[in-house]
């Protein structure tokens, strides 16, 4: 996998050289073709055997209390959501755009978390009128949802745990932040965050913090992260417009 540097100047070559680009996009589609084919072929048997454990769990509720039936359920409940996130991922630089309002998706994605993310507080805050952009609401739903659950994540079970949700807009750019109160991001993980499939909790796949990096970049548009003892905000950043 490319690090961060690396994507910057393989852009910055392609800029310079449109046959080059040209190239590196059908590699990325063939790429993409790829991982799709090789998801889909796990996904089948994944889900064959997913109805037969529960199937059996239906029919058969006494192996609820066997010592491995718990971890063979967790295992298969890992595989489901690892192909879910792959696809996500494979997907997260493919854009359907459309007038979208920034404040009411916003809205109405804090509105579905609050109920699951309790205890945890979540506010939102608009810092300037915002006016409606063309963009794909279903992909920054997505990146944003994996902000949320990265930050309940890192605030874990504390019962004063905080996230905060802003959006802003400065003439140029959209710039949507979430914050949480969580611990602080060790400084030599900063690096290579938003790398596909690397991760550093026990039970992540590696891949979310790579579907907002998609996003925001499909978007022609950045993310930033910034990390203290106090707080620690993720920020995406999107221009007014850009090419498709």
């Given at each position: 996998?490319?690090?961060?540097?690396?994507?910057?100047?393989?852009?910055?070559?392609?800029?310079?050289?449109?046959?080059?680009?040209?190239?590196?996009?059908?590699?990325?589609?063939?790429?993409?073709?790829?991982?799709?084919?090789?998801?889909?072929?796990?996904?089948?048997?994944?889900?064959?055997?997913?109805?037969?454990?529960?199937?059996?769990?239906?029919r058969h509720p006494e192996v609820m209390?066997?010592?491995?039936?718990?971890?063979?359920?967790?295992?298969?409940?890992?595989?489901?959501?690892?192909?879910?996130?792959?696809?996500?991922?494979?997907?997260?630089?493919?854009?359907?755009?459309?007038?979208?309002?920034?404040?009411?998706?916003?809205?109405?994605?804090?509105?579905?978390?609050?109920?699951?993310?309790?205890?945890?507080?979540?506010?939102?805050?608009?810092?300037?009128?915002?006016?409606?952009?063309?963009?794909?609401?279903?992909?920054?739903?997505?990146?944003?949802?994996?902000?949320?659950?990265?930050?309940?994540?890192?605030?874990?079970?504390?019962?004063?745990?905080?996230?905060?949700?802003s959006l802003s807009f400065d003439g140029?750019s959209f710039y949507i932040a979430i914050?949480?109160?969580?611990?602080?991001?060790?400084?030599?993980?900063?690096?290579?965050?938003?790398?596909?499939?690397?991760?550093?909790?026990?039970?992540?796949?590696?891949?979310?913090?790579?579907?907002?990096?998609?996003?925001?970049?499909?978007?022609?548009?950045?993310?930033?992260?910034?990390?203290?003892?106090?707080?620690?905000?993720?920020?995406?950043?999107?221009?007014?417009?850009?090419?498709?």
């Open positions: 996998m490319l690090t961060k540097e690396e994507q910057h100047q393989l852009h910055l070559f392609c800029e310079k050289d449109e046959h080059l680009a040209d190239l590196i996009k059908k590699m990325e589609a063939s790429h993409r073709m790829s991982l799709s084919r090789i998801s889909h072929e796990i996904r089948n048997p994944v889900t064959l055997i997913n109805s037969f454990l529960q199937l059996t769990q239906t209390q066997f010592t491995s039936w718990s971890p063979i359920m967790e295992n298969m409940n890992y595989l489901r959501n690892l192909l879910e996130e792959i696809s996500t991922f494979n997907n997260s630089q493919i854009l359907h755009k459309e007038p979208c309002s920034l404040t009411k998706l916003l809205e109405s994605i804090i509105t579905s978390c609050r109920p699951a993310l309790f205890p945890i507080q979540i506010d939102f805050e608009k810092l300037s009128p915002i006016p409606s952009v063309p963009l794909d609401g279903t992909r920054i739903r997505a990146a944003v949802l994996n902000l949320i659950r990265n930050a309940e994540e890192a605030i874990g079970d504390s019962n004063h745990g905080k996230i905060k949700v140029v914050s949480n109160n969580g611990p602080q991001i060790p400084s030599d993980h900063l690096e290579n965050l938003f790398e596909p499939f690397i991760t550093h909790k026990n039970n992540g796949s590696g891949l979310g913090l790579a579907v907002v990096h998609n996003v925001a970049m499909a978007h022609k548009g950045k993310v930033f992260v910034s990390s203290s003892p106090e707080e620690t905000t993720f920020t995406i950043q999107l221009p007014l417009s850009y090419d498709t």
